[in-house]
């Protein structure tokens, strides 16, 4: 009696253990799915303004332009960081979404301080024409190091 209750127990483990994993595999698939892609693989990247009318191949060349002309002209140095010479390297990341939106902004190293301001610079960047793949949008990942130099 004990075997077979055993023996049914362990069925039923198994069959719990094979079904959870495939909806894992599903669950994966569909993170896959929505998941950003970058602009190292995406066919058509994110279309800054004035970049609309670039040849196809130098359309990343004037977004990175564009974008690095964006935190010249919007740039402050912040006074206290400025007061107490914190000086450092900011990495912003952000999602262009799928309206040519930024979106999920998150900063890593450097003062508070200055992660502060380079998240006012990227809060401040202009809606974009979205990445595409396939015919689609697509959220599109970012990296934008900033460096506070005084």
Do not use: W
């Amino acid at each position: 009696m004990i075997k077979k209750t055993l023996f049914i127990l362990a069925l039923i483990i198994k069959a719990n253990i094979t079904y959870s994993q495939d909806i894992n595999v599903i669950e994966d698939e569909v993170k896959k799915e929505e998941s950003p892609l970058t602009f190292a693989v995406i066919e058509d990247v994110p279309i800054y303004p004035g970049c609309e009318e670039i040849e196809r191949n130098k359309k990343l060349e004037c977004f990175t332009k564009k974008v690095t002309e964006h935190i010249k002209t919007t740039f402050v140095y912040p006074k206290k960081a400025r007061k107490n010479n914190i000086e450092g390297r900011v990495l912003v990341r952000f999602i262009i979404n799928q309206e040519g939106e930024i979106s999920n902004i998150e900063t890593k190293g450097g003062d508070p301080i200055l992660q502060t301001e380079a998240l006012r610079i990227v809060r401040l960047l202009p809606k974009m024409k979205p990445g595409m793949q396939r015919g689609k949008p697509v959220k599109v990942k970012y990296s934008l190091p900033i460096v506070f130099k005084l």
